[in-house]
């Protein structure tokens, strides 16, 4: 599995335009319905279900990340919506920094190993320091495609 096949172009923020947790949530649940990767999934029940995840633990693990993620019946694959903020958002992280790139990850229920295969694309990446500046760095739309498509090249995970 690769991070291009799991990004929905059209979830992906160059900009978050929120610095608030929950906000930022709700944007990057915004961005996956309007590009028809969570059709039939009403925005209050997704955006419940993540926060709902985020009170048992966050998913700010550190470094400038997060990787809220959530499992719902009616999702049909492996979606992944990538927000950046330039300014930084407070998600209660491990190491009680800032967030610079949020990954949502939306998963159907019923198929536990894709969520799996998909969460170690996505950390097997984001541990890489180079790979978090330059998606810091990244400021447009087209940037973070080309650096995703980049990051599949050079990690190549099966």
Same mark, same amino acid.
């Given at each position: ?42 925005? %209050? =029940?997704?955006? $419940? +279900?993540?926060?709902?995840?985020? /009170?048992?633990? *966050? ?53 536990? %190993? =894709?969520?799996? $295969? +998909?969460?170690?694309?996505?950390? /097997?990446?984001? *541990? ?31």
């Amino acid at each position: 599995m690769r991070l291009t096949e799991i990004v929905v172009p059209g979830a992906v923020i160059p900009a978050l335009a929120s610095s608030e947790r929950d906000e930022v949530i709700g944007e990057l649940v915004d961005a996956l319905i309007a590009a028809g990767a969570a059709a039939g999934i009403p925005r %209050e =029940e997704l955006v $419940k +279900a993540v926060l709902e995840r985020e /009170k048992r633990g *966050s998913t700010g693990f550190g470094k400038g990340v997060a990787v809220p993620h959530v499992k719902h019946t009616s999702a049909k694959k492996v979606s992944l919506a990538v927000g950046l903020s330039p300014t930084g958002v407070d998600f209660n992280s491990l190491d009680k920094q800032p967030v610079y790139s949020v990954f949502l990850l939306l998963s159907p229920a019923d198929n536990p %190993e =894709e969520h799996l $295969k +998909a969460m170690e694309v996505i950390f /097997k990446n984001l *541990s890489y320091d180079t790979f978090r500046r330059f998606l810091r760095q990244a400021s447009t739309h087209a940037a973070v495609m080309d650096l995703l498509e980049e990051a599949d090249g050079q990690h190549m995970g099966g």
